[in-house]
C-alpha cells in the first residue's frame, strides 16, 4: 500500500471517527437531557400522587361531614337553641351551653368512631360558644387566629381546609348557621392530621409521614397550657411535631438510620427553609447508604391558600437511581457497541411505557386512576360543547366498607375492590370509562348517554355488585348516583357535584340504591 493509500485510508478513518464521536456526543446529551427530564416527571408524578391521595381522603370526609352537619346540627331545634343563646345574656348562654352539649354528645361520640375529631360551635361575632373536645375554654376571640371563622362568619359562606388551632390542628369544615334568615354563628366539624396520615398508611404501608408545623404557628395561636402538644422535629428548628399525631405512628428503623444522617437532616432544614419562604411543594431524591428514596414536601394550605404546615413523606425508591445507571450503561454501550445501544433504547422506551401506564391507572384495581378519568371527562364536556352531545356520570361508593377491612382485614378489602372493578369493567361498553376515584368510590363516564339509561347501567353494576358471592366478604352492596350532563353546565364540577349529592342521597335514604339529583 502507498503513503498516498495509508494518507485516504487515514483521512477516511478520521472522518469516520469524527462522525462517530459527533454522534455520540449528541447521543450523550441527548441521554442526559432525557434522564433529568425522567427524574423531573417522575418526582412531579410522585408528588402529584401524594396529592392527589391526600385531597382524596379530604374529600371523603368533607362529604361526611357535611352529612353530619346536615342531619344532627343543621336543625330547627339546635339553630333555635343557638338563636336564643346569641340574643341572652350570660346565664342564658351557659343554660344554652349545658343543653348544646348535653344534646350533641352523642353525635360528637360518634364522629369520633369516625376519626372526627372536633365539634365547635361559635359566635356569629367570632367567639368560641362550645368546643365539644374542651368544654370549658370559651368565649376566646377567633377572628384574629382562625382565618376560617371569620370568613364565614363575615361572608357568610362554607370553607374548608387545614388550619392551626388553638387547642388541636386539623382539616376544619366551617358551615354558616342561620335561623329565620339571620347569622346566627357557625359549626366547625373537624379531622386530625393523624387520622388523614392512618389512612394513607393503611393502603401504602411502606410510606413515611410526618406533619411539620412552624413554630411561629405555634407560639403565635395555641393556648400557652396547650403548648405541650408539640415537640421540636429533627429535621428544623423552625418546625415542630404535634405530638398527638407523631405518636401514633411509629418510625421504621431504615428510616430511623436514615434520618440519623447529619447531611440528610441538613438537607431537610434547607429545603423546609426555601420551601416554606415560597410556599411550595416538592419531591426530591434522597441517597443513603446505597439506597434510593424520595421525600415529598406536601404544603397543608388553609382557606385562603396559604400553606400552615407541610406534610412530609419518606419512600423507599430507587427508580431514580435506576435512571441515572442507566445513564451511564446507555454510555458505555453506546462507545461499545451499536446493537446495545439499540437494546439500551428499547429498554429506556419501556421505562417510558411504564411510568405512561403507572400515571394513568390505579394500581391496585387496573382502573384509571383520578387524573387520568378527569382529563378523560373533560374532553367528553369539550365535545359536547362543539357537537352539542351528551353524557352522564355515575358515582360509586360501597357501602360499609371500613367494616370489611376491620372485619377481615385489608387484603380481603384489596380483594373486594379489584371484583368490585372487574363487575364495573364488565357492565360498561368499549367507549364508557370506569376510575377509582380513591379509596372505595368509583366514577364511571358514559359517553353519549341520558341520564334514563345511566339509571339502567347503574342498576346493573349495583345488581351484579350485590349478587356477587366475595371471598369472606360474602355480599358487599353500593351505593350510586347518576348525574347527566346539563346544558347549562360550564365545566364538569357541576356534573360531578350533581352525582355526589346524589351519591349521598342514596346513602341517606338506606344504601344499596342508586338516586339521581
Known amino acids: 500500500m502507498t503513503f498516498r493509500a495509508v494518507l485516504r485510508d487515514m483521512k477516511a478513518w478520521y472522518i469516520i471517527a469524527a462522525a462517530v464521536l459527533a454522534v455520540l456526543a449528541v447521543w450523550i446529551g441527548w441521554s442526559a437531557a432525557e434522564s433529568r427530564e425522567k427524574q423531573q416527571q417522575y418526582l412531579a408524578n410522585q408528588l402529584d400522587l401524594f396529592s392527589t391521595q391526600i385531597q382524596s381522603i379530604m374529600g371523603t370526609y368533607e362529604q361526611f361531614s357535611q352529612y353530619i352537619f346536615e342531619q344532627f346540627i343543621d336543625t330547627p331545634d339546635i339553630l333555635a337553641m343557638i338563636a336564643e343563646a346569641s340574643q341572652g345574656n350570660e346565664r342564658t348562654q351557659a ?31 367570632g367567639l368560641s360558644f ?24 363575615t361572608e357568610h359562606r362554607y370553607v374548608s381546609g387545614f388550619e392551626p388551632g388553638r387547642i388541636f390542628n386539623g382539616y376544619r369544615y366551617v358551615y354558616p348557621l342561620k335561623y329565620e334568615g339571620s347569622h346566627i354563628g357557625s359549626a366547625e366539624i373537624s379531622v386530625s392530621l393523624a387520622s388523614m396520615m392512618q389512612v394513607i398508611t393503611r393502603y401504602y404501608p411502606q410510606k413515611e409521614m410526618f406533619f411539620l408545623i412552624p413554630r411561629e404557628e405555634v407560639e403565635s395561636i ?17 418546625f415542630l411535631f404535634d405530638r398527638h399525631v407523631q405518636e401514633s405512628f411509629s418510625v421504621s428503623p431504615e428510616i430511623s438510620q436514615l434520618l440519623e444522617d447529619p447531611e440528610i437532616l441538613d438537607m431537610f432544614c434547607e429545603y423546609l427553609r426555601e420551601l416554606s419562604a415560597a410556599g411550595k411543594d416538592a419531591s426530591v431524591p434522597l441517597n443513603h447508604m446505597g439506597s434510593g428514596y424520595i421525600a415529598s414536601f406536601l404544603g397543608l394550605r388553609d382557606v385562603s391558600g396559604s400553606v400552615r404546615g407541610y406534610l412530609l413523606l419518606i419512600v423507599r425508591d430507587d427508580f431514580l437511581s435506576r435512571v441515572r445507571r442507566d445513564l451511564i450503561v446507555q454510555i458505555v454501550l453506546g462507545v461499545l457497541l451499536a446493537a446495545v445501544f439499540l437494546a439500551a433504547a428499547f429498554i429506556y422506551i419501556l421505562d417510558k411505557i411504564r411510568l405512561a401506564q403507572l400515571s394513568s391507572t390505579d394500581s391496585l384495581t387496573g382502573l384509571l386512576n383520578r387524573r387520568s378519568f378527569s382529563s378523560r371527562i373533560i374532553n367528553e364536556h369539550e365535545r359536547g360543547n362543539r357537537y352539542g352531545s351528551t353524557y352522564s356520570v355515575i358515582a360509586a361508593d360501597l357501602d ?6 376491620d372485619t377481615f382485614g385489608h387484603h380481603i378489602g384489596d380483594e ?8 364495573i369493567s364488565q357492565s360498561l361498553r368499549k367507549v364508557d370509562a370506569a376510575a377509582r376515584w ?21 342498576e346493573r353494576i349495583r345488581t351484579r355488585i350485590e349478587e356477587f358471592e366475595f371471598r369472606k366478604a360474602g355480599t358487599v352492596t353500593v ?39
Not at 397550657?225 to 408539640?230: E, L, N, S, T
Open 438 to 458: 380513591g379509596g372505595e368510590e368509583f366514577m364511571v363516564l358514559l359517553p353519549e348517554t341520558v341520564q334514563q339509561a345511566a339509571l339502567v347501567t347503574a
Open 400 to 405: 360499609n366498607f371500613k367494616q370489611i377491612n
Open 95 to 125: 343554660e344554652v351551653r349545658d343543653e348544646l352539649y348535653r344534646r350533641l354528645l352523642d353525635t360528637y361520640v360518634r364522629m369520633q368512631e369516625y376519626d372526627f375529631r372536633q365539634l365547635h360551635v361559635h359566635t356569629a361575632e
Open 222 to 238: 395555641v393556648f400557652d397550657q396547650f403548648r405541650d402538644h408539640y415537640i421540636p422535629s429533627v429535621f428544623s428548628r423552625d
Open 416 to 423: 373486594v375492590l379489584k371484583s368490585v372493578s372487574h363487575l
Open 130 to 153: 362550645l368546643r365539644f373536645h374542651s368544654p370549658g375554654q370559651f368565649g376566646d376571640p377567633l377572628f384574629d387566629v382562625r382565618d376560617s371563622i371569620r370568613i364565614v362568619n
Open 479 to 517: 351505593s350510586m348516583g347518576v348525574s347527566e350532563r346539563a346544558g347549562e353546565d360550564t365545566s364538569t364540577e357541576q356534573v360531578f357535584q350533581r352525582a355526589d349529592a346524589a351519591l349521598y342521597r342514596s346513602k341517606a335514604l338506606g344504601k344499596n340504591r342508586t338516586s339521581v339529583e
